[in-house]
């Protein structure tokens, strides 16, 4: 069918264009005759007459000949089927495919608008009109509470000066070669567009474009590829529309990357007068403008990304954020790393309540303790009639007394945990993400395998602010966003940050820190915490097993440590003849952890034997019944007998 229509477009403008040749050579035949009527009829023919009598009578000979000539001409192209651009020399072709084309863009660096013409790059482009930026500056509300009289005394914040500053400037290349190209790309597809302002970011360059009435953005949005190999660019991500604005944005990666450096993120007036008690340096978005988030407004983060692509990066941008405004007494911080070598810098300051936890039999006990310190705070809000933790800090300020520190919790690797407690760390993370904003208390999740099974759907409904870096497929950046984009990033920081209030992901390229950076500010705040009481590693009075404080105390006591329902245990297993951890679940009431450490510390005390697959765990023991009279047997261990039976007969099904 294809060819049927080429073919029938062809035969008729043939059929056209030979019928204008031929009444435009009649025509001429006609004016070129004889002076009287009767003598040009039989030169031009009746059909000389049709063109060649109109024009001769309203423009004269000349006129219409040179309107004839024309006509002749274009009926030969139209006849031939010849482009009229075949037909200009080589040397003009260029000018003549330029008309109608962008012959200037207007180039947004940061808070600079320059004006470019078509001799000059980027790089060689010099201000020529400088204007106001339009992104307001956020007001500067009074904090609702104000620091004073802290334990830490005259706590001197980190200079800025450890921190390294931006390096390099991007190279975007010809801008006004790539928007021709984008323009002549769309164009050729059928789409007409007008072409607007171009951001240049650190990483990638912005092309904005407002397509005519009519044209539906999915059109523009399927040419990804098109428009990719014209540019010779990848990958390159369309943006439909951008979020606030009418227009299309097409975002091309820079030909060399500029690196963000943290300390002019913290210079920047939005981090010193900065709205929110805890600011996040994010990055720059794709106009260099600095990105802050306030951690209190998210509350919680989830970061997701491959690895490599600048997770554990944008965790030390977090932490340092936050070290950089705040003394222990204010913030304290909870961090867990399985992988042991990211975030163990940061052992020894004393904003950390325990050194940084990198065995995973430790982290439930860790969250429940967090579960549990959550509810303490809310005691102390109710008793004081405060509404949350602001207002309660308010108070205390005004007395005199101790704040209620804030406590952010950082877990860098989520899958491995998932993968061992699955079940009780989502428990616990789902609890605090419910509640425990209000009290003061903020979540950190990172992960690099985004898969359903570690971002499950109860996580990712109670964390609404997310990070998406660099991921391999669709399907992973779905999972993180719940829409398509992650996998076209370039990697290095590159990210989209999807804030909890808005509908769409923002662009960001996060900054970098270096692991010298991480260790000077450290080395700073540890000489800081010299003269304050800051106990020891092994003196912070926290027992964060995996089994501790079962009911969600966790706090105090040590490994060995028998558990209080250790008789009671002993008791039902001997009694029942077999053990199990659902046997002591239903018998004693208690969870599946606080049920398997009770096993643990059976099997280490050599009344059971150790575990067999499936099978309940032989008891050493024999039962009592022989030393044992009736009138010794409590009624509860009567209830346990006859309820062992039932249970058998459960568990034999």
């Known amino acids: ?59 004269g000979f000349s006129a219409s000949l040179i309107i004839l000539l024309a006509a002749i001409f274009i009926a030969l192209l139209v006849t031939l089927n010849v ?39 980027a790089q060689e482009a010099k201000p020529v009109a400088t204007v106001a930026s339009k992104q307001a500056k956020p007001e500067i509300t009074d904090k609702e509470f104000v620091i004073k009289n802290t334990k830490s005394g005259n706590w001197a914040l980190p200079p800025v000066e450890l921190l390294h500053s931006d390096q390099e400037e991007p190279t975007t290349g010809d801008i006004n070669a790539s928007a021709n190209i984008i323009k002549r790309t769309l164009s050729n597809f059928g789409i007409d567009v007008e072409m607007g302002e171009v951001s ?72 010193k007068k900065s709205k929110y008690f805890l600011p996040l340096a994010m990055g720059r978005d794709v106009s260099g403008v600095p990105v802050f988030a306030g951690l209190e407004k998210m509350p919680h983060l989830l970061i997701a990304g491959a690895t490599g692509s600048g997770k554990s990066v944008s965790i030390n941008t977090v932490l340092l954020s936050m070290l950089y405004r705040y003394s222990p007494d ?150 993180i966003l719940d829409m398509s984009g992650a996998e076209k990033l370039l990697g290095n920081g590159d990210m989209l940050y999807l804030a909890g209030d808005t509908g769409k ?31 020891a590693e092994g003196e912070l009075g926290f027992n964060f097993e995996n089994s501790a404080g079962g009911q969600g105390s966790g706090i105090g006591g040590d490994d060995n440590a028998e558990d209080d329902l250790y008789s009671e245990a002993k008791e039902v297993v001997v009694l029942a003849g077999k053990a199990s951890a659902s046997l002591l679940q239903r018998r004693l009431r208690v969870g599946y952890a606080r049920a398997a450490r009770l096993l643990d510390i059976l099997e280490d005390k050599g009344i059971i034997g150790p575990g067999d697959g499936a099978k309940p765990r032989e008891v050493y023991v024999s039962k009592p019944s022989e030393e044992v009279s009736p009138e010794s047997v409590s009624l509860e261990a009567t209830g346990v007998v006859a309820d062992t039976i039932e249970a058998e007969k459960e568990e034999e099904i």
């Open 1 to 59: 069918s294809f060819l049927k229509s080429i073919s029938r477009n062809i035969y008729s403008s043939a059929v056209l264009g030979t019928l204008l040749f031929i009444m435009a050579i009649l025509a001429v035949f006609y004016i070129f005759g004889k002076t009287d009527f009767d003598g040009r009829l039989v030169q031009g023919g009746y059909l000389g007459i049709i063109l060649g009598f109109p024009l001769l009578e309203s423009v």
């Open 83 to 121: 482009p009229i651009y075949k037909l200009i020399s080589k040397e003009n072709k260029e000018e003549f495919a330029s008309r109608g084309m962008v012959d200037h863009v207007v180039v947004k660096k940061g808070n600079e608008t320059v004006t470019q013409d078509d001799k000059k790059t």
């Open 200 to 271: 240049v970011g650190p990483t990638v360059t912005r092309y904005t474009l407002r397509p005519a009435v009519g044209v539906k953005l999915s059109r523009i949005t399927a040419l990804n590829p098109d428009l990719s190999l014209a540019l010779a660019a990848h990958p390159i991500r369309i943006e439909a529309p951008i979020p606030g604005k009418s227009l299309v944005g097409i975002e091309i990666p820079n030909k060399k990357v500029a690196i963000i450096g943290l300390r002019n993120m913290f210079e920047h007036d939005d981090y």
């Open 330 to 479: 204010v913030l304290k911080f909870i961090l867990i790393d399985p992988k042991r070598v990211e975030l163990t810098l940061y052992n020894g300051i004393p904003h950390l309540i325990t050194p940084v936890i990198t065995d995973n039999k430790k982290v439930i006990g860790v969250l429940r303790w967090a579960v549990s310190e959550m509810d303490r705070r809310f005691d102390i809000l109710s008793k004081a009639s405060s509404r949350d933790v602001f207002s309660y800090n308010a108070k205390m300020t005004a007395q005199k007394e101790d704040i209620m520190p804030f406590m952010v919790i950082v877990i860098d690797e989520l899958a491995d945990l998932m993968a061992t407690y699955g079940r009780d760390i989502e428990a616990a993370i789902v609890r605090l993400a419910q509640m425990s904003r209000a009290v003061g208390i903020h979540l950190i999740v990172s992960t690099q395998r985004p898969s359903v099974e570690v971002i499950t759907g109860l996580i990712k409904a109670n964390i609404t602010s997310r990070v998406a870096f660099q991921v391999a497929s669709q399907v992973d950046s779905r999972t």
């Open 505 to 535: 992901p923002r662009r960001l390229q996060g900054a970098f820190v270096s692991e010298k950076e991480v260790k000077d500010v450290v080395k700073f705040i540890k000489m800081q915490a010299e003269n304050m009481e800051v106990p």
